[in-house]
């Protein structure tokens, strides 16, 4: 017995170690770290309107509809950007499901922003993202849209360019990905200038 409580107590003391660094020191460690280096990231990137309200995340798309909004690009996840059923939609390249999804939705983006069945529509306009809560659009996506939402708010098309410009997102670091327009923020600064 003696033997064994000489084996137990070095592994209970290690056990009681690693616990209080991996559960306590280290999260406290990282958390100090992210509210003072990231703390907008922190906290969610939040946007929140003149009144202090909130009214999404820089990190979460949602599905605007209507003629005075840019469209975001499809989500599978739950009923459409609901971060609790994060996920793609599992549907492979040779499924005929997605393919037919894919005719519908570009038959309904040219519809919508009164495109000829010529004009090649962006991939990210009719497949959803991986997570399917994406907030971003590519440039193009963006400016094919533009037309009609200009139409839509009585604005003028370069007025609707400017704004697509001001919500773009370069490339990381310069290389990194692709120049994306920030959905949620695009529509809501429209909102606040119409």
Known sequence: MKTLLKEIRPALFSTLVL????????PLVVTV?????????????????????????????????GERYFHP???????????????????????????????ERVAAYRGQNGLAETVQVPADAVTASGSGLDPHISQENAEMQAARVAKARGLSLEAVRAKIQASTAQRGLGVLGEAGVNVVLLNLALDAAN
């Open 33 to 65: 770290i992210a509210q003072a280096a990231f703390n907008d990231e922190a906290h969610g990137s939040l946007i929140l309107d003149k009144d202090g309200q909130v009214r999404g995340s820089k990190l979460l798309g949602q599905n605007f509809t």
């Open 73 to 103: 690009r499809p989500s599978a996840a739950g009923s459409g950007y609901d971060a609790a059923s994060s996920g793609g939609s599992n549907l492979g390249p040779t499924s005929q499901k997605l393919h037919d999804q894919i005719q």
């Open 19 to 26: 616990a209080g660094v991996t559960c306590g020191i280290y």
